[in-house]
């Protein structure tokens, strides 16, 4: 079969490689309809990560099943399918417990495990003609229709972008009246927009410098705040106090919580410095204004990626991920911290239903949809996040001829 597969950095081909085949008694392999390339394939593609030359990329994987392992009971051959893009057996102590995110067994060397990514074990991704699904009862997510209709590229985002999105907003306890700041409008940080609005967010800014993704922020209902105009906290804070609605019901003290409630970082290690060189790298910038944006007593969702092995990072500490943080402020506002892999699992079948239902659209985030062969290119225009790259998807089915 084709499969998208990592050379070096800033290189990918598409290759020949072997047919994946049933090795479980409980895998299922899917015949791949839309594979998503996401930010975090991009930390790999630039060498960021301890990714190894013939890695098959592709964590956001959706599909028909084609064949199933002796072992499995409740998904059949002709299923239409999504998965997550962290695999996990549903049977361990943090599968059990709600945390699919950090399954213990089916990654020997830790606790997660996900398709064709770096340290995430041993299994090759879906950016393919077709993709291995370990414990596939567990992890595939039954989905109506067939591939192609209204709801395809919709239904891919439930595999890791809206899951994630959604995550950071109940990490930060996003509710109904909220105020809350989202940094990065990529596609993780749109989705987190997508699911505050949703979630009946009173107040959603989204910062980037990217103007098609602010733009497409305010399309889901948010305010944008360009970073490339000003410190996008003092921004926001400004933009609040001279509010007359918002200043005119104050009780006293109340100025004091100048800033937002609830706080997503969408970004990560490779976040832009935003105040003295946009073309630096700062992999503490978006926690630094995090702690500055967010109230006393409020929340932090954190889904942006910290690596723990970063080649390339700015310095020998950010090369092992230790980074420093304000931890004395942090402490003095009570803030609360909440961060990691999104546990896909938990939201996927409720968001699913969501768009079954008419009441989102996810899809609306989609720029590019592309055949296979068009991986090497697409790669490159998403890796410079920016212009009008917002989200692509790739499409075995489509002829090499529809690049
Ligand atoms: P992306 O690279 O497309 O988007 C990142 C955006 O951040 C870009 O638009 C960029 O312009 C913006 N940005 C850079 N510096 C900034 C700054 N200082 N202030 C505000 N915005 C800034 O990536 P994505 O696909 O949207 O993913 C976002 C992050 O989420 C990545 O780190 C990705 O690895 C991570 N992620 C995490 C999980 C999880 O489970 N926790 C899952 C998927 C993705
Ligand atoms: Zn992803």
Known sequence: MRAVVYKAPCKVTVEQVEDPRIEQPGDAIIKISTSAICGSDLHMYEGRTAAEPGTVFGHENMGVVEEVGPGTTSIKVGDRVVLPFNIACGFCYNCL??????CLTVNPAAPHAAYGYAQMGPFRGGQADYLRVPYADYNCLKLPGRPGDQW??????????????????????????????IFGAGPVGLMAALSAVMMGAAEVYVIDRVPERLQAAVKLGATPINFADGDPVEQIKEMRSSNAALQGRLRPGEEKMSGADHGIDAVGYQARDDDQDEDQENPTQILENLVRLVNPTGKLGIVGVYMAKDPKGVDAEAKVGHLTLPWAEIFEKGLQIGMGQAPVKNYNEFLRDMIIAGRAKPSQIISHRLPLESAPDAYRAFDQRGGEYTKILLKPDLPASAA
């Open 152 to 181: 395809e590229d919709d239904f891919i985002t439930l595999a890791d972008i809206w899951p994630t999105g959604h995550h950071g907003v109940v990490l930060a306890g996003v509710t109904t009246g909220s105020t809350v700041g």
């Open 97 to 102: 417990r709600g945390y699919p995110n950090a």
